[in-house]
């Protein structure tokens, strides 16, 4: 099946610095990736479209020069988190529908393993 | 606009014992629908899915779903639990609108199964 990588899995950071967490789709191109954070026993909230080869689309509430989106390729998207604070300490999670048409099958999305942000 | 409902946060159970994972949806239009587990400090790994034609959906791991659009529900359900099934549960819903699919999920159901 198809395959989503995240790197790095943990970071630890100071406040003021930028951190970059990686996506990458190993076994298949995936034109659209989604960027998810998750605080401690809550859901996914969605935070952004990442589109290769454009600019990503943020939902409403996400600072787009807080959070960096670049989709250089077909297999990679970064989110680079800038200025990082402690609240932005959570649990990032990319997403990739299969295929590079970027349309799921039914909807389906390959998930990463999740980047655990911590600012100190 | 489309949205995810799970009543429950926890559900505790023994191991052995059937579960039964609750989900409501709401949507103007067609949906899909999704569960998800999640093992701590993991990603989301696909259990299964509703896209067309039988209302019970067989997934991985004994679960199975039933769609009932009357209810707007997708219950998740398993008839013997194991111990390593303890994870966090999400519902999701899609209306695969555009050229690539966003999910919505519920706030998730964390199942518990206990000796």
């Known amino acids: 099946g198809a395959v989503v990588s995240q790197h790095p899995s943990w970071v630890i950071c100071k406040s003021g610095t930028s951190v970059k967490i990686e996506c990458r789709s190993l076994d298949f191109q995936a034109t659209t990736m989604f960027w998810y954070r998750q605080f401690p026993k809550q859901s996914l909230m969605l935070m952004a479209t990442s589109n290769e080869g454009s600019k990503a689309t943020y939902e409403q509430g996400v600072e787009k020069d807080k959070f960096l989106i670049n989709h250089a390729s077909l297999t990679l998207s970064t989110l680079t988190v800038t200025s990082a604070h402690p609240e932005d300490s959570s649990f990032y999670i990319c997403s990739a529908p299969p295929g590079a048409s970027g349309r799921a099958r039914g909807g389906e999305l390959f998930f990463g393993e999740g980047s655990r942000l911590t600012v100190l | 606009a489309q949205s995810v409902t799970q009543l429950d946060s926890q559900v505790p159970v023994f191991e052995e014992a059937p579960v039964e994972l609750r989900c409501n949806y709401s949507?103007?239009?067609?949906?899909?629908l999704f569960w998800y587990v999640q093992y701590p400090n993991q990603g989301l790994q696909l259990l299964l899915k509703y896209l067309s034609g039988s209302t019970l959906v067989k997934g991985i791991n004994g679960f199975e779903a039933e769609f009932n659009k009357s209810q707007t529900s997708f219950h998740l359900r398993k008839p013997s639990v194991h111990i390593s099934d303890t994870a966090e549960y999400f519902c999701a819903v899609s209306s695969n609108t555009g050229t690539a699919s966003k999910l919505t999920f519920g706030t998730g159901t964390r199942l518990q199964v206990t000796l």
């Open positions: 949507s103007s239009v067609s949906v899909y």
